[in-house]
């Protein structure tokens, strides 16, 4: 691996991490605008050190090693570098099943997304599907059956990451939804502020698990996934504490992440069924995607007057007719 391609997966994984945790950082700055100075800085200085090592960094070694069994500890996290043929060997066998896995999970967060969760609608389509958010379980299963009819005749084990992918992608929805319901408690101030760290740290390992196996999509290897997330967690905490408001006033960067993460899905899976994917693609793909949405905000609020473009869009769930032809 070259230094070039080094440093697009980094900067890649920088941006996927730093996008993917956009409304992590807003929860951050709702609840750290209610707790006292000194809890602040505990959370933005101590809680990076948790952020980066422990989740970031021993959640994909984590990953890596039990789907390499035959790798010792030291080995799963230094594999991509290793010179070692059995070493070698053994990511080649397990990657197909760990990409399996991952991409399954991107997958169905993604058509979650598109089929229930409130959007501003940044393309066409995106209304008329939010509104059909019924059929996100039966899209959901009939896209796990083709996986796992594929990866059966493959794979049995790939197979067995796919269904490992769907089942991590609906724990991890609870555990969001949860996360979303103690938000309220806690921005409503009848918790101790050290109750409020805790609970901040957890829902910070919740939304962390989209970047962590979106990561795989870049590079298998453990180090490099640490530094680009690693990098991605502090300027999401800069970001929660200078400029949360700020891109408040970007509001289809969410939507930039969530096709973001479709398409890392599809580079996994097909990298699980054996097709080259060069490692420049997934990182070039991520910057293309975030920067349409990105431009799209600039012109949304250069169109509009009335000071708050966020305030501008329409409700979600509004009736079609009463929402301008300008925001479809």
Not at 110 to 135: M, T
Not at 260 to 274: C, E, K, N, T, Y
Request: aromatic share 14%.
């Amino acid at each position: 691996m070259d230094l070039l391609s080094v440093l697009l997966i980094v900067a890649g994984l920088v941006l996927f991490e730093t996008i993917c945790s956009i409304d992590n950082a807003i929860i951050n700055a709702e609840v750290l605008s209610t707790m006292s100075h000194r809890a602040r800085r505990w959370f933005l200085i101590y809680g990076l050190f948790i952020a980066v090592f422990v989740v970031r960094g021993v959640l994909p070694w984590l990953i890596v090693w039990i789907a390499t069994p035959g790798l010792g500890p030291v080995e799963a996290l230094t594999a991509t570098f290793s010179n070692d043929p059995r070493v070698i060997e053994a990511i080649e066998s397990s990657a197909p099943i760990l990409l399996s896995g991952g991409g399954t999970f991107l997958v169905f967060l993604f058509l979650h997304w598109l089929f229930v969760e409130p959007k501003h609608f940044g393309l066409r389509g995106e209304r008329f599907i939010l509104r059909k958010g019924v059929w996100f379980y039966a899209v959901a299963s009939l896209v796990l059956l083709v996986i796992v009819w594929l990866t059966m005749n493959r794979d049995p084990l790939m197979a067995f990451g796919a269904v490992v992918g769907s089942t991590a992608f609906f724990i991890v929805s609870g555990f969001r939804m949860n996360a979303e319901a103690a938000e309220k408690q806690l921005a409503g101030g009848s918790m101790s502020d050290w109750s409020k760290i805790f609970y901040l740290e957890i829902i910070d390992a919740t939304f962390s698990i989209d970047g962590v196996i979106g990561a795989f999509a870049f590079t298998l290897s453990v180090p490099l996934i640490l530094i680009g997330n690693g990098i991605g967690a502090f300027v999401v905490r800069e970001v929660t504490i200078r400029h949360v408001d700020q891109v408040r006033k970007y509001p289809f960067l969410k939507n930039g992440a969530m096709y973001s993460i479709a398409f890392l899905g599809v580079i996994m899976l097909l990298d699980s069924f054996g097709f080259h994917i060069p490692v420049w693609v997934s990182p070039l793909i991520t910057f293309g995607i975030v920067g349409f949405f990105l431009v799209k905000s600039i012109r949304y609020n250069g169109s509009n007057e009335m000071g708050d473009p966020v305030a501008a869009l329409p409700d979600p769930f509004m009736l079609d007719d009463e929402i301008s032809p300008k925001n479809n």
